[in-house]
């Protein structure tokens, strides 16, 4: 079980996997048609990076601020949701890791009041192991994903993002890119869209509000997820870049590499042990986790899954006619 300072936000099996994950299928599939994702395009440029105000986590390697810059590519407007992930699935008969482990880790305060007792997470007690837990049955057995097609599909491990990207033909972005679309334009701002966490005393994301973990106001509307689309773009036409879900990338964590690794184009280190997460969840609350945030990151077990994870897909930028 996790120890570390990251299990508030997202607990991780430690490495500790009964089997080898399912390989990626190398090329994209013919069938996989209805559940590619229909990218926009991101102008490439020059980027401050990171961030080194009072917000930031210096031990997560937010810092220091420096000048990126990322060539034109593709991102989803959405996370991966439900119903497409089930296209993958059906087309594939694609097992997670969820499935193989026979358990995920579960927000406490989403199952019901008389669900049985089930292993906590030490340092994070509001974690809590489900056996049954998975894609299909969010809280565990008897939980459904009727009326949450649209939400961002959840407990998938960066080794299902992967294989999902593989079979649709894209892939998932880079730290870098993230950050610069997550961004939308704008400079140095901690949100997607400019400096306020509620501009107009509207709420802009779906994170927690109230008193985490017991009480949350639903003041934003959602104690969970909520669908992909449901809060405004930011200046770059992307839907929920901070909140709601917590986004795989493709590079492997480290808190100090990007120091000195390379300013164009960077794809983190070569290897690790945890995989780079972004952009914070509904579970995010300034009381202990002020990581939904567009500089903020997170690592992660490339065979973990939670109930506040998702990923979305990036690839080739698109004509500029054509992501209209």
Known sequence: MPTDRHSCCTPSRDGDSPRAPAPASAEPQTNAADAAPRLVRVEGGWFRMGSDDALAYAEDGEGPVRRVRVSSFGLDPYCVTNALFAAFVSATGHVTDA?????????????????????????????????GADWRYPQGPGSTLDGREDHPVVHVSWYDAAAYCAWAGVRLPTEAEWEYAARGGLEGAPYPWGAELRPGGRHAMNVWNGTFPDHNTLDDGYLGTCPVGTFAPNGHGLHNMTGNVWEWTADWFHPAWHASGPRENPAGPASGTARALRGGSYLCHASYCRRYRVSARMPNTPESSTGNIGFRCAGPAPDSSLSK
């Open 99 to 131: 499935e193989r482990y026979g358990a995920s880790f579960v927000f406490g305060g989403l199952l019901p009041a008389d669900f049985p007792p089930t292993r906590a997470v030490a340092a994070a007690p509001w974690w809590r192991e489900v056996p």
